[in-house]
């Protein structure tokens, strides 16, 4: 049965390498991952989970909480991905499920999170979810 859990030691994060790089190419290996999670860690209180279905990393996020003006306490999820194989199994419904809940535990107003335009599958997923689309976001490089 497939069991969603914090990635709390170094182990953990290298083994859920292989499918935050799916979303994250640019990562350029497990060590690169480590040192980034250090860093949003120190800065923001980063978390990440993972399900793990038969001894194998099967879909993963990255999130969180903070305060915001516009609406109090939220979760903010940065990184939500699942294997290919993985997909219409049940893994990203039963991620997001736990995402909500510990939002509603952690006294949260709200769960958000980004999707690029590109990413039309995850968009599906998302309205089937009951997520909305309520805000643009800008940006430019620099």
């Known amino acids: 049965m497939p069991e969603v859990k914090l990635a709390v030691s170094e182990e953990d994060i290298r083994r859920c390498f292989p499918v935050i790089q799916r979303l994250r190419p640019h990562v350029a290996d497990a060590d690169e991952l480590l040192a980034r999670i250090d860093r949003q860690q120190a800065m923001a209180d980063w978390r990440l989970v993972y399900v793990e279905d038969k001894g194998q990393v099967v879909a993963c996020a990255g999130f969180r909480v903070h305060e915001w003006l516009v609406s109090g306490k939220i979760l903010y999820v940065d990184d939500l991905v699942t294997v290919e194989y993985g997909r219409s199994k049940g893994y990203g419904k039963k991620l997001l499920s736990w995402l909500k809940d510990l939002a509603r535990q952690e006294g949260c107003a709200q769960l958000r ?29 620099l």
Not at 115 to 122: D, I, N, Y
Not at 123 to 140: D, N, T
Request: charged residues 25%.
């Open 113 to 141: 999170l980004d999707s690029g335009t590109h990413r039309t599958q995850a968009h599906k997923f998302y309205f089937r979810e009951g997520l909305v689309v309520s805000a643009f976001h800008f940006e430019i490089d």
